[in-house]
Each structure stands twice: as structure tokens, then as C-alpha cells.
């Protein structure tokens, strides 16, 4: 504060040196005189004018920045000032590094090399997305409104073209129309590139992935499909397998081909959950995770930790977080809220706040505790869902760790399992919010992750439909622009208002107060001309 004031102040005496220096070559003397004398004969209706004018200007930036504020977390003028003016000021290169997403380097927060090194807002794909056809399109039905974003399906449509296509589908013509099918953004002509698939290639089994996907509208129908297409899967995967050591091609169809089945697998391990087939859809994870260990990036542990809290078989949940719940992995709002959730339970029915004032907190209790602030710092978002003081959505295909979007899918498939949980969710709504004592400036400095990153925002209003108030952390207070133009545009709608009821007064008011603001300006510069040369030119005939 002190050095904005003194650098304030040195740009003052610099105006005013500058001024009296250039005072007789531009003769301010006499335009002030002119500039007097023409104020004196203007009607009180070019004041009511100009007033009025400068509070439909400020008034029309005023609504302009608050619906930038609203769409984009930010003020335009303040953005504009940061792009453009920065940089001329020195200020370009900022170093700060807001740290990743995960968070999963555990403590040690403040080697800031190692922070700035970490890539910011990647986007996952959501381990427990829903299907378009049985899911997502009921709620369309319904509501009338798009539960998915371009932006989510255009990921989606990368993912699958990624993960079921390669350079040797020349061969395969189902496979080839698919490639076409994959990045078709009409929903009918998706399905019916499929069909089209499948009549050329009667073992094309991302047709049937896809078909089950958005074609069928009971889960039932779509595990019927999910099965043909994995019996095909198989067989095609038996066939690549063989000659995968043949050449570059053959190895990249194999690949393919493993990626189709394993996704069929999961997608049937899903359907057997959804149809209440729990243990089930256990037996598949678990035989996915032990059959294809590197896989670790489709994040099928966190379904598995989801049936398993399902079975209520809180052993093995504990047994899954002691090999995923590693400072080498990455963190994700089921596996810290997960374990947050296992420490609670063994304390949380006899907790209340007026017992632990009088005794103090027990080990466990301490324990608990400090697990929940551990998962708050990692999402800030989900209490407020688990306690149910924000409307739940559906969930995204895609989230973004430690994101709304991750909160949103967490607590969409987990609710349960924490009202199931006596005193659970009395405890989290106790405790959450002691969280942020720990981490008073998120955005700078974390506690047990790394800081707060500072995109989230943005990604997660790309990530979630337009109907839903994103939640945002830490909370934005008002750009100082948007106060400034408000206190600007009631003031001149003040002055406006006045001057057309008051003409004469408020005439005279403005007079006495250009006089008042002009009479210290006039001694200061009777002071310098005591001091320093009359002109800059008679200084420059003496040197």
C-alpha cells in the first residue's frame, strides 16, 4: 500500500513539474481562462445532458461487466488490463504455478519447481458415465433439457476414436464406416452408420459398443448388446493376438482390439450394477483389474470401491485404497473422500459437537477429522452436495480432478453410501469447513496438495450444461470495475436528477466546485513559478 502511494505521489509532481514546463508554450494560462469563461455561459440543461449521458454510458458498461463476470468468473476490463497493459509493465511472466490438478505430490508444497513443472486442468474421463440412451436421454425426455455440453460429447467422440480405431481398419469396412460414426454429431446418423457397420461387417464390435450406448433405452437391452459385441470383441482380439508380432500394424490391431474388449467388460461390470447384480459386477472389475494391471488409467477401482460400498464390505474398500491411496498416484474425490468416509464410520454415530467441546477429541475422532479436511482440501465442492445444499445433476462423461464436475459425478453415485453411514454426514457438516483455516490463501499455498489451481472454473463451465450454477472456489468477490461503474452510474444518475429538478442550485453548486478544485491547483502553480524558471525555453537559452 505504501509503495502504490508513493509511486501515486511521484506521478503527480511529475504531471504538475511537466505542466508548469509546458505552460507558456501551450499558454494553459489562457485556456484556462477561455475554458472559464465558456462554463459561465452554459444552461443548466448541458449539465441535466451531460450527466444523463455519462450515466447511460456507465450504466450500459456496468451491465456489460456483469454479464461478463457472470459467464466467464472475471471482469472484461480487468482481463483486458491483465492481457495488454501487464506486459508493457514488467508483469508479464507469471511464475507463480498453481500447482496439478491431482494434487497427488502429498505434502511438500513449497518447492515451487517442482509446481510450475505440473500441467494444470487435464480432463479425465468420467470412470462412472452414464448411457446416453437409458441415462441421459430419459432426462432429456423429461426436463426438455441437454444434460451434456458440445464440449463433453466432442471429448467423448475423441475418446472412442482414440481408443477403437487404428491405421489397419482398411481391411475392415465396418470398422472404416465407424471411424465415420465416431465423429458424426447427429445422434441418428450415429446409429445409423452403425447398422450400416454392421451389415458389412458382421463382427464389428464397436457397432454393437455403440448401438448399446445411445440406440437402447433399457439397461436390460443394453447388456444384451454389450454381450454380442463382446463375444465378437474376443474373437477378433484371439485373431490379432496371433499375429501381433508381425509388423507395427498388426501390434496397433491388437492393441485396438484389447481396448474394445476391455471397455465391453466394464460396461458390463456397470450394466450388472445398475440391474442390482452387485456381487456380480464385482467379480468382473476384479477380474479386469487383475487380467489387465495397466489399465490403471481407465480408473476401474473406483467402480469396483462403488459396488463395494454397495455390499457395505468395508474391509475390501479398505483393502482397494491401501493399493490406490499412494502418494506415486493420483488422487480423485472417491479415493480421498472414500477413506474419509471409512474413518468417520468408526466414529461418526456417537459424535456431536457439545460432547467433544467438554472431552476433547479422541484419537480417532482426531483422525476422522483430519481425513475429511485431507478430502476438502482435494475438492472444496462435494460437501456442499453430500449435505444437500446445492442441486445435484447429472454427471458429465468428463471431469476435471478437484473440479465441480468431479464433485458432481462423486456424489451423484455415493450419497448413499454416506446416508447409510450413521452421523457420517453430522460429522462432515461439523467439521468440513475448519478445512480452510488450514489453507488461508488456496490459490498460493496448499496443505497436503498442491495449491488450489486457479482454471477450474473455466473447464468445469465447458464441462457442464448452461442450466447448472457452477460452484466456484475460492469465492470470487466482486471485480473492483463492476463496484466502480455502479457507484459511477448512480452518482451521475444522481446528478442528472437533480440538476433537471434543480437547475439554478445545481448550477451553482457545479461552479463552486470547479472553483474550489481550481483554487489549490493555482497556488501550487503561483509556487513553483517562485521557484523554478518561467518556461522550459528560457531554461534551455541558459544551458
Not at 250 to 278: F, P
Not at 302 to 322: C, F, K, M, R, S
Not at 412 to 441: M, Q, S
Request: with cysteine.
Amino acid at each position: 500500500m505504501i509503495i502504490e502511494f508513493l509511486v501515486l505521489l511521484s506521478v503527480t509532481i511529475t504531471v504538475l513539474i511537466v505542466f508548469y514546463l509546458l505552460k507558456a508554450p501551450l499558454m494553459a494560462g489562457e485556456n484556462v481562462n477561455i475554458v472559464a469563461m465558456f462554463l459561465n455561459t452554459l444552461t443548466p440543461k448541458f449539465y441535466v445532458a451531460l450527466t444523463g449521458t455519462s450515466s447511460l454510458i456507465s450504466g450500459l458498461i456496468l451491465i456489460f461487466e456483469w454479464w461478463y463476470f457472470r459467464k466467464y468468473g472475471t471482469s472484461f476490463i480487468e482481463q483486458m488490463s491483465l492481457n495488454h497493459f501487464s506486459p508493457w509493465l514488467g508483469n508479464g511472466d507469471d511464475t507463480t504455478g498453481n500447482g496439478s490438478v491431482d494434487g497427488s505430490a502429498g505434502s511438500g508444497v513449497g518447492n515451487n519447481s517442482v509446481q510450475q513443472n505440473i500441467p494444470e486442468c487435464k480432463v479425465w474421463r468420467n470412470p462412472m458415465n452414464l448411457f446416453r440412451g437409458s441415462e441421459y436421454s430419459r432426462f432429456q425426455w423429461v426436463t426438455g433439457k441437454e444434460p451434456l455440453t458440445y464440449y463433453d460429447m466432442n471429448l467423448s467422440a475423441q475418446d472412442h476414436q482414440t481408443f477403437f480405431c487404428c491405421d489397419s481398419d482398411l481391411n475392415r469396412p465396418g470398422d472404416e464406416i465407424m471411424k465415420r460414426a465416431w465423429r458424426e454429431r447427429n445422434t441418428s446418423k450415429r446409429i445409423k452408420l452403425a447398422h450400416e457397420a454392421l451389415e458389412k461387417q458382421s463382427d464389428c464390435a464397436t457397432a454393437y459398443i455403440l448401438l448399446s450406448e445411445e440406440d437402447v433405452t433399457q439397461i436390460v437391452d443394453v447388456e444384451r448388446l454389450l454381450k454380442q459385441g463382446l463375444k465378437m470383441a474376443e474373437a477378433n482380439c484371439k485373431k490379432s493376438q496371433s499375429t501381433q508380432n508381425l509388423g507395427h500394424h498388426y501390434e496397433t490391431a491388437y492393441r485396438r482390439d484389447t481396448n474394445v474388449c476391455v471397455y465391453i467388460r466394464r460396461r458390463l461390470a456397470m450394466c450388472a450394477r445398475k440391474l442390482g447384480k452387485v456381487k456380480e459386477s464385482v467379480k468382473l472389475m476384479r477380474d479386469l483389474i487383475k487380467e489387465f494391471p495397466t489399465t490403471s488409467v481407465l480408473n476401474i477401482h473406483e467402480n469396483l470401491i462403488e459396488a463395494l460400498l454397495e455390499l457395505q464390505a468395508y474391509a475390501d474398500v479398505q483393502a482397494v485404497l491401501a493399493k490406490y491411496d499412494d502418494i506415486s498416484l493420483p488422487k480423485s474425490a472417491t479415493i480421498c473422500y472414500t477413506a474419509a468416509l471409512l474413518k468417520a464410520r468408526s466414529v461418526a454415530d456417537r459424535f456431536t459437537p457439545e460432547s467433544a467441546a467438554k472431552r476433547g477429541l479422541s484419537t480417532t475422532e482426531m483422525n476422522a477429522i483430519e481425513a475429511i479436511h485431507r478430502a476438502v482440501e482435494f475438492n472444496p465442492h462435494v460437501p456442499k452436495y453430500l449435505l444437500e445444499t446445492k442441486s445435484l445433476i447429472l454427471p458429465p462423461e468428463h471431469i476435471l480432478k478437484r473440479g465441480d464436475s468431479e464433485a458432481i459425478a462423486y456424489t451423484f453415485f455415493h450419497l448413499p453410501h454416506w446416508k447409510r453411514v450413521d452421523g457420517a454426514l453430522n460429522l462432515l457438516h461439523c467439521t468440513w469447513e475448519g478445512t480452510f483455516r488450514l489453507i488461508p490463501y488456496p490459490l498460493e499455498k496448499g496443505h497436503l496438495f498442491y495449491p488450489y489451481p486457479s482454471c477450474t472454473e473455466t473447464a468445469d463451465r465447458e464441462l457442464l450444461p448452461s442450466f447448472h450454477d457452477v460452484s466456484v472456489y475460492p469465492k470470487k468477490e466482486l471485480p473492483f470495475f463492476i463496484m466502480f461503474t455502479a457507484g459511477l452510474c448512480s452518482f451521475t444518475a444522481l446528478l442528472a436528477l437533480l440538476t433537471h429538478q434543480y437547475p439554478e442550485s445545481m448550477g451553482s453548486f457545479a461552479k463552486t466546485f470547479l472553483y474550489t478544485v481550481a483554487t489549490p491547483i493555482n497556488v501550487i502553480v503561483d509556487r513553483l513559478e517562485g521557484l523554478l524558471p518561467s518556461s522550459i525555453i528560457q531554461h534551455l537559452t541558459k544551458v
